[in-house]
T-cell receptor, first 113, second 114 residues
Framework: DTAVSQTPKYLVTQMGNDKSIKCEQN?????MYWYKQDSKKFLKIMFS???????INETVPNRFSPKSPDKAHLNLHINSLELGDSAVYFC????????????FGAGSRLTVL | AQSVTQLGSHVSVSEGALVLLRCNYS??????LFWYVQYPNQGLQLLLK??????LVKGINGFEAEFKKSETSFHLTKPSAHMSDAAEYFC????????????FGDGTTLTVKP
């Protein structure tokens, strides 16, 4: 069983469209994250949820909206996609306390044409 | 706020040579420090972590790192590189008072030459 699973793995879409990426973890972790990795491999945190509550919201356009229906799921919806949104989006989970080691999903590569 | 600087975006070594990847951190409170590895088209996975116990930390695949508070460093080493070590390596820092947010360095691409 995959610990942190993301779908879809690849997304190719046109500018202006809306898309969603789903994430699920079966580790029993309390905290889930979305990270964005750009073409230079830089990794930046976007959002963090702890037990369905939003606790980190970095400077991200309002077009990005995370949703956590329960602590095992964290989805990312993106409205009005722009070229600059092309990146690999990683979901991760962590226990939520202590050293908080992250377990990452395999990533979702979004390409906006 | 915490931050991490990885010196050298690209490191190239010969197979069998020493691997040294540099990481310096900044934190106003005692940090937790991590090294993660990312193989092509995969997510990141933990290599090792420092959590204020032993300053010399051993990880998977023969890697180790030493926490040096006086130098604010957490460099990653491996005595003998394998071809399979070629990957992207990320140093990260988190603190217990910041909702567990991990801040990543810009990454170092390790190339291993035969």
């Amino acid at each position: 069983d995959t610990a942190v699973s993301q779908t879809p793995k690849y997304l190719v879409t046109q500018m202006g469209n809306d898309k969603s990426i789903k994430c699920e973890q079966n580790l029993g972790h309390d905290t889930m994250y979305w990270y964005k990795q750009d073409s230079k491999k830089f990794l930046k945190i976007m959002f963090s949820y702890n037990n369905k509550e939003l606790i980190i919201n970095e400077t991200v356009p309002n077009r990005f909206s995370p949703k956590s229906p329960d602590k095992a799921h964290l989805n990312l919806h993106i409205n009005s996609l722009e070229l600059g949104d092309s990146a690999v989006y990683f979901c991760a989970s962590a226990p939520g306390s202590g050293a908080n080691v992250l377990t990452f999903g395999a990533g979702s590569r979004l390409t906006v044409l | 706020a915490q931050s991490v600087t990885q010196l050298g975006s690209h490191v190239s070594v010969s197979e069998g040579a020493l691997v040294l990847l540099r990481c310096n951190y900044s934190s106003s409170v005692p940090p937790y420090l991590f090294w993660y590895v990312q193989y092509p088209n995969q997510g990141l996975q933990l290599l090792l972590k420092y959590t204020s116990a032993a300053t010399l930390v051993k990880g998977i695949n023969g890697f180790e790192a030493e926490f040096k508070k006086s130098e604010t460093s957490f460099h990653l080493t491996k005595p003998s590189a394998h071809m399979s070590d070629a990957a992207e390596y990320f140093c990260a820092v988190s603190v217990n008072t910041n909702a567990g947010k991990s801040t990543f360095g810009d990454g170092t691409t390790l190339t291993v030459k035969p």
